[in-house]
């Protein structure tokens, strides 16, 4: 959207009705607004009335926001120069949010609590739909008993996660959620979409970033730049690098709960869920091949 004299970004939230969700978000960003940042975060519009969350009764009571925009490209997804000024930007993020008290309590649970983030996802129900799929996932059973597998295999670590250090993190870095300088693609300008903010494990942080480089072309180039760079910023302890490995299969965990929620509710169809189960099982697979790879590089920094 844009008149004469400036530009804005409309986002309409389709994944929820939570207005508590969005108001944690905008405390958050409200924050980190008064800080001198190397990089751009959004910054909401307030409308006439004051108000920076407005709902929408045609959209059948969802809501919507209004944000400054932000100069930036989206990276391409074979784009690898800006890893290191991510990695840097990321760590930067990470220390600055462990200061920051919104004054509210986060609305998302942290990763680990994946059970009960997913109430329609129970053990039982996850079974069965991973290991006795309903008709339209018949033919992707081998896919659903990996992700099963991924699944069983982090139960056993989740109440050992709580333990580690905590504070608020984005949740959801990646490419997708960020922009860089038109006129220099190795620099990140702007980290984007806080809506997934909350309290959680610090190492979650990198590791969901760890996770959503592999399979990249120069991956191992990506990721030894990624790391140079966050932790040239932050330095985590043995045990959270230890937890790395186990908190990239958790980020894949939750992607996959989180569509089938999704279509046991109804919200989707069940063409999503299938795009979602082979791209996530093709993940993991890649995930298997690549973990040894990526904590060597972890550990030699």
């Excluded at 462990?98 to 079974?127: D, I, K, T």
């Amino acid at each position: 959207m844009e008149n004469k004299t400036r530009r804005a970004v409309l986002r309409i939230y389709d994944t929820h009705k939570d207005k508590d969700k969005i108001l944690f978000e905008h405390a958050v960003l409200g924050q980190l607004a008064a800080l001198d940042l190397p990089f751009r975060v959004p910054a909401p519009v307030r409308a006439a009335d004051g108000n920076i969350v407005v709902e929408l009764p045609e959209k059948d009571g969802k809501f919507a926001c209004l944000f400054q925009y932000i100069e930036g490209d989206s990276p391409g997804d074979e784009e690898a120069g800006f890893f290191g000024s991510f990695g840097e930007a990321a760590g930067i993020l990470s220390a600055v949010l462990a200061e920051v008290n919104p004054g509210q309590v986060p609305v998302y649970r942290p990763y680990y609590e994946l059970r009960q983030s997913y109430p329609l996802c129970s053990p039982e129900a996850v079974r069965g739909i991973c290991l006795n799929p309903p008709q339209p996932f018949k033919d992707l059973e081998q896919e659903l008993a990996l992700l099963y597998e991924a699944y069983e295999h982090i139960a056993g670590s989740l109440e050992q996660l709580a333990g580690l250090p905590h504070q608020l993190v984005h949740g959801d870095l990646n490419g997708s959620n960020l922009l860089v300088h038109s006129s220099d693609r190795r620099q990140v300008a702007a980290l984007l979409d806080f809506e997934f903010c909350t309290r959680d494990v610090r190492a979650m942080e990198p590791a969901v970033i760890l996770s959503g480089l592999v399979g990249h072309a120069e991956e191992q180039a990506a990721v030894q730049e990624f790391w140079r760079g966050f932790s040239g910023v932050i330095r985590l302890s043995g045990a959270e690098i230890e937890a790395i490995p186990v908190l990239m299969l958790l980020r894949k965990a939750d992607v996959f709960l989180h569509f089938v929620s999704r279509y046991l509710e109804g919200t989707d169809e069940a063409d999503v869920l299938r795009e979602q189960t082979g791209l996530l099982a093709g993940d993991l697979r890649q995930l298997s091949a690549s973990t040894a790879q990526m904590m060597d590089i972890i550990c030699s920094e």
